[in-house]
C-alpha cells in the first residue's frame, strides 16, 4: 500500500528508475498478476491495486498506470533479467553516462556512429551485441549481453577512462592526477582536439592552462581538493589572465568530475561546439 502524496510513475518511468527494459518489466508484472491487457489497455488487477498501482488521467497521453516511486525497492523486481544491456543499463553498472559509454563503445571499434543513433561492427557482433531499431523513430541502437562485464578489455577501459589507471590516458598522454585523465580521456572520446599544459605566449610561459580546446577556444583547468600556496597563486594567476584577455575558461574541481560528461558538453555547447 501507498501513500496518496507519495510520487508515482509510469511503468515506463518505473523501469528506467530500475535500469530495466520496460518491454520486460510489463512482462513481470503481467506474469506477477499484477496487470492485465484488455482491448489493448492496460489494466490493474487487485494484487496491482494492493502493490500501490493506481490510475493516472494525462490530459495529453490518457489514462495509464502508475506506481509509487518507493515500490522500486519491491522483491518483484529482482525477478528482472539482467540482459540485454544497452547504454543506460550499461551506464548504471558503470556509474559512466550512456552518451560516454556509447563513445567508449565506438572508441574500441564495436558500434558505429549513424545519422542518429549507433551500428552494430562486426567487432561488436563477435562479443555478442545485437542491433536493434525503435519502432517509434527508426533509430538504430545496440544491446549487449552480460558477458560484456567480464570482457577484461571493456574492465580496463572502464577503469582507465575513469583515470584509474596511473599516468596513461586513452591516447597515450602521461598526466599524473586522475582529475586530468578523467578530463583527457572524455575530450579524445567526444572527439575534440585538445592540447595540454597549453602556454599562451610562445615567449613568455608564465601562464599554462592544463588543457585548451581549439575549437572552442577553451581553456580548462582540474583543481584538485588539496591546492597548496604555490598552487592557489597559480589559480588566481590564471583566473586574472582569462579575465582580463576575456577568455572562455573552466575549472573542474573533484566534486565536479561525477557530473563532468554534462558539465563539459554544456559549456563545449556554449562555445558553440555540439557532442552527440
Known amino acids: 500500500m501507498s501513500n496518496n502524496r507519495e510520487k508515482h510513475l509510469s511503468t515506463t518511468a518505473l523501469a528506467r528508475l530500475l535500469g530495466k527494459e520496460s518491454k520486460e518489466l510489463f512482462v513481470l508484472l503481467t506474469s506477477s498478476g499484477w496487470i492485465v491487457k484488455v482491448d489493448d489497455h492496460w489494466q490493474l ?51 559512466l553516462p550512456a552518451r560516454l559509454i556509447n563513445l567508449m563503445l565506438a572508441e574500441r571499434g564495436w558500434i558505429q556512429k549513424y545519422l542518429r543513433g549507433w551500428l552494430l561492427t562486426a567487432a561488436g557482433r563477435v562479443l555478442g551485441g545485437q542491433q536493434h531499431e525503435s519502432e517509434q523513430s ?60 597549453y602556454p599562451w605566449s610562445l615567449t613568455d610561459e608564465a601562464v599554462r592552462s592544463d588543457f585548451f580546446v581549439p575549437a572552442a577556444r577553451l581553456a580548462i583547468d582540474y583543481w584538485p581538493k588539496q591546492v597548496d600556496a604555490a598552487g592557489l ?15 572562455a575558461y ?13 558539465i563539459l558538453a554544456r559549456t563545449l555547447f556554449r562555445q558553440g561546439v555540439a557532442v552527440y
Open 45 to 95: 488487477t487487485a494484487k496491482g491495486k494492493f502493490e500501490g498501482g493506481i490510475y493516472v488521467n494525462h490530459p495529453k497521453y490518457g489514462e495509464y498506470i502508475a506506481w509509487p516511486e518507493s515500490i522500486r525497492t519491491h522483491a518483484i523486481f529482482s525477478l528482472l533479467p539482467e540482459a540485454p544491456l544497452g547504454a543506460t543499463h550499461l551506464g548504471h553498472k558503470t556509474s
Open 138 to 197: 527508426a533509430i538504430p541502437y545496440v544491446t549487449w549481453p552480460e558477458t560484456l562485464l567480464d570482457n577484461p578489455e571493456w574492465q580496463y577501459l572502464v577503469a582507465q577512462v575513469k583515470g584509474e589507471h596511473q599516468g596513461a590516458t586513452l591516447d597515450g598522454r602521461q598526466l599524473i592526477h586522475a582529475g586530468q585523465r578523467m578530463i583527457a580521456n572524455w575530450l579524445y572520446l567526444a572527439g575534440q582536439a585538445y592540447a595540454c599544459d
Open 233 to 247: 597563486v597559480v589559480q588566481l594567476q590564471r583566473q586574472e589572465f582569462y579575465q582580463q584577455g576575456k577568455q
Open 250 to 262: 573552466l575549472e573542474l574541481h573533484d566534486e565536479d568530475l561525477p557530473q563532468m560528461d554534462d
